[in-house]
């Protein structure tokens, strides 16, 4: 290797140190939104869940809905489907790539909006006269660093008698199925950006106290309306309406 091939590889490396969490994590989700969305639209029983969160929102035709890490659009069909055309429906990523798979996915629904920016400073005002109605998070509380924080930022959000739905994979808690927990340990691991998947800490340690942290939140501003287990238990649905 020569002295300038090494040089190249070194600046490399510091480019990539360098960049921010937020960026690297756009980047990982960006080269792989087809590969998420193939696990989004195919993975067992997800599209019951998908129906279930959606319906857990009670959405009214005419309304606007917010999901917050839209990702690759698969949950905007079934909140357009609800609020119907003079409705309207945002989604909201920080991943250009998943967002390009979104709009091909949203074409037919001209009341979906997407939008880039950050569910933890969302690019969505209230307002007294038309503010949101509701907002969904699916897989995304695990991400941040501050869930209860954000969770009830959106909780202001929508305001009193707005409502809030998280849904989340976790470890089980049903005996039967805790077998399983190495398995999904290790999918957390290698589904996980680059930087989380070499922590000291375990990742699924990680997640499993963000989730609690941000369901705690949703409980704690709302009056919860609906809650269940899916997939052995690994996949968790809370909806409430804020109080």
Request: contains cysteine; proline residues 7%.
């Amino acid at each position: 290797m020569t002295a300038e091939q090494s040089g190249s590889r070194s600046r490399g490396r510091s480019r990539s140190r360098s960049r921010s969490p937020s960026a690297v994590a756009q980047s990982f989700y960006t080269r792989w939104a087809t590969l998420y969305d193939a696990l989004a639209r195919r993975a067992p029983g997800v599209g019951s869940v998908r129906t279930e969160a959606a319906d857990a929102l009670a959405l009214d035709p005419g309304e606007t809905a917010v999901e917050m890490g839209c990702g690759t659009g698969a949950n905007l069909p079934y909140l357009a489907e609800r609020v119907g055309p003079e409705g309207s429906v945002v989604g909201v990523d920080f991943s250009p790539g998943v967002l390009d798979v979104a709009r091909e996915r949203t074409r037919e629904f001209p009341q979906v909006h997407l939008v880039r920016g950050d569910a933890t400073r969302p690019p969505v005002a209230r307002d007294l006269d038309a503010s949101p109605a509701a907002v969904l998070a699916t897989f995304v509380s695990g991400m941040f660093d501050d869930p209860a924080a954000v969770i009830s930022s959106w909780a202001d959000l929508v305001g009193p008698d707005g409502r809030l739905c998280l849904v989340d994979l976790a470890e089980t808690t049903d005996s039967r199925w805790r077998p399983l927990n190495p398995a999904f340990r290790a999918l957390v691991r290698v589904t996980a950006p680059p930087g989380s998947r070499t922590m000291r800490a375990s990742p699924t340690k990680l997640l499993n106290r963000r989730l609690v942290a941000a369901h705690r939140a949703l409980e704690s501003r709302c009056r919860v309306t609906h809650e269940t287990t899916h997939a052995l238990g690994f996949a968790r649905v809370r909806a409430g309406v804020v109080e």
